[in-house]
């Protein structure tokens, strides 16, 4: 097993390397790919170093299985190229998402749609990911009708020169700037690039992928998406109506069954979720379950989860795992 890593000094790039170890991945040569700037670099999987090499070398070396997260232009670019070559990519960008004839994969959900012709398999936005690890088992028991979600985004979905901007404003030193305005002490309803309809990008992919992933173009979604000062991870409130009736303490059995979720709702003991403590962790936290009472059949959830964990590196992870299990690679 031959294994690339493109993107592999990034913010989910490393997070990716720390996760693989984490698992025990069964790769026998782990290929760390970046750009040029960064070759020859030093990279750590475990306890062991590997070399960065660049795109070019990595090709050629052909890898059985490439995890890209390196920007949408580098996907588009070079994804085909490896998939030219026989490398099953899982691309954690947003390039292929919503290609007609790409998967759109959380395992937990549909990685049974996958198969042997798949040479690059997209892995959906971190956003789209935790709020349909908590909505999927609901629509399957009680149908979904219509989603209204607000994100609350921490600033390592933007990466590292976010997370530099906080640093600086905190320390109150002068840097530059990943956002059009600071982010220490603040909340901008701004992630992603605004598009004609006046929603941005990151609330359209809510829209899309959900429905994508799902199956089902039916289901309406209406989407916020909002940047935070926080690094542990992305926090939604959901508000979701159903086609059918439910009993709220079935729903809270429901959700903790399901795999990778985990219920954490008491409000007597004032337990919920946060990312404080969702930080490296790979479940998706789910709490707050109450009942809409101004609409019927409607629920409200607050839902947790690392974005660069189960959000990006641990699902493209997942899929990887997902496929050599099946004896898909």
Known sequence: MKLAVVGATGMVGEVMLKVLAERGFPFTQLIPVASERSVGKQVLCGERSYEVVGLETAVALQPDLALFSAGGDTSLAWAPKFADKGTVVIDN???WRMHPDKKLIIPEIN???????????????????????ALAPLKEKYGLERVVVSTYQSITGTGVKAVQQLENEFSGKKGEMAYPYPIHKNALPHCDVFTENGYTKEEMKLVHE??????????????TAIRIPVVGGHSESINVKLKNSFEVEEVRQLLNESDGVVVQDNPTTNTYPMPIYAEGKDEVFVGRIRRDFSQKNTLNLWVVSDNLRKGAATNTIQIAEYLLENKLI
């Open 111 to 133: 990685a049974d749609q996958l198969n042997a012709d798949d040479k690059i398999i997209a892995n959906p936005n971190c956003s789209t990911i935790q709020m349909l690890m």
């Open 210 to 223: 959900t429905r994508k992933i799902l199956d089902d173009d039916a289901i309406g979604v209406s989407a």
């Open 93 to 95: 960008s947003s390039a």
